[in-house]
């Protein structure tokens, strides 16, 4: 099966782009620039597709299919779409089968997985039941997606510098405490958002090579850069809402104010909560035990019908799909209305506050100083 139609548009688009200024496409999805020569630098390794039966791969360009060692094993032509798929103990591409297979596109073309296109190669790989499709791909090139995943390429680039540092301090520091000898992050909140060449754009390559090789450090190591959308306010010290404590995620005042999360509400009735939560009969009360000092729900008590329990913060926020843990709950006559404030978990940099520190003229290095307390900005070794 052919993947050309996947990627005409963007061969038509960029001829017709091409002559453009640089200014007028500013803010459209990145088609100009994506022939750059690759930098150099930390080469991460992403799941993209995890344990499925079988996962579509293919290239840009004609490229090399390798085995686990490096050795070739044959090439494959340019836009056809494989179906990877498991294999005894390994995975299977076509008539090639090996432990680890990794495709490598020639020409600085690009690799697609599942149903988007990356920079970098794939590997595919056998864990679990099924196979493992596995982005490698240098810290910078990715940067250009998660900048413009996470957070919105229009913001000022002071904001999208501070995220491009954040991102990449966040990445360096999970790559080195990982226990997976699989791969490093993944594509979702979990890790970091990461799509690929569809969240490229001018301003989030504009960001990430303004500040490359720049990351956060405390004592001279890279620091859990820890962020989220918005946190309501104020952000928490992470002993609070995570673990143990750390010197630089400490609980700071906030200027998410303005963003379009900093309020929400959602109404339940007494038999909606009662099928979300579970294991108590019929809803009737619920009230908080423990909250951080900023007002997060830690432990809430549930009572129903057919008896009491304790819930976490963050299960109910994932019970009812809240935004998260920063609520209040009223009750009247067997409806529940839960009314609470921003988006993530309040630890660290604060999107929405960063967006609205650099509308305000605030650089990127200030920006990630108030939100990493005692942390440094360091430029990396080359």
């Known amino acids: 099966m052919k993947i050309k139609q996947d990627l005409g548009w963007f061969v038509t688009l960029l001829k017709v782009l091409m002559p453009l200024t640089k ?81 490598e596109p020639k020409n600085d073309g690009f690799v697609w997985i599942g149903d988007r296109w990356y920079r970098g190669r794939v590997r595919l790989l056998r864990n679990g039941q099924g196979v493992t499709a596995v982005n490698l791909v240098n810290l910078e090139d990715y940067l250009y997606s998660v900048v413009g995943a996470e957070a919105i390429p229009s913001w000022p680039l002071e904001a999208l510098k501070a995220q491009a540092v954040a991102a990449r301090t966040y ?27 569809e969240t490229e754009f001018l301003s989030t390559h504009e960001a990430v090579e303004a500040t490359k090789g720049q990351i ?69 009360s619920m009230t908080p035990e423990r909250t951080t000092p900023h007002g997060r729900v830690v432990t809430m008590k549930v009572v129903g019908s057919a008896g009491t329990k304790r819930i976490s913060g963050s299960q109910l926020r994932k019970a009812l799909d809240l935004r998260s843990t920063l609520f209040v709950v009223s009750s009247d006559y067997g409806k529940f209305d ?18 609205y520190l650099a509308e305000q003229g605030v650089s990127y290095d200030r920006i990630l100083t108030h939100y990493y307390q005692s942390a440094q900005l360091t430029q990396m070794e080359k």
Do not use: C
């Open 171 to 197: 990445a360096l520091y999970t790559t080195s405490t990982t226990g997976n000898r699989f791969y490093d992050l993944d594509t979702t909140t979990r890790t970091q958002v990461y799509k690929g060449l």
């Open 338 to 355: 839960i009314t609470g404030r921003g988006f993530g978990h309040g630890i660290g940099l604060s999107q929405w506050g960063s967006q």
């Open 23 to 103: 200014k007028s496409w500013l803010f459209a999805p990145l088609l100009g620039i994506l022939f750059l020569a690759p930098v150099q630098a930390t080469e991460l390794r992403i799941a993209i597709r995890k344990n499925l039966s079988q996962v579509k791969v293919g290239s840009s360009t004609p490229a090399m299919v390798k085995d686990g060692a490096g050795r070739t094993l044959g090439e494959i032509k340019e836009m056809d779409a494989l179906s990877a798929a498991s294999s005894g103990s390994g995975v299977a591409l076509n008539q090639w089968r090996s432990s680890q297979i990794v495709i």
């Open 216 to 284: 956060m450090t405390h004592n001279g190591k890279a620091i859990l850069a820890a962020f989220h959308s918005s946190s309501g306010g104020h952000t928490e010290n992470v002993e609070d809402v995570w673990s143990s404590p750390l010197p630089y995620l400490r609980g700071v005042v906030d200027y998410d104010q303005l963003a379009p999360v900093f309020q929400w509400s959602k109404s339940y009735s007494s038999g909606q909560l009662s099928t979300l939560i579970g294991g108590v009969g019929t809803i009737r």
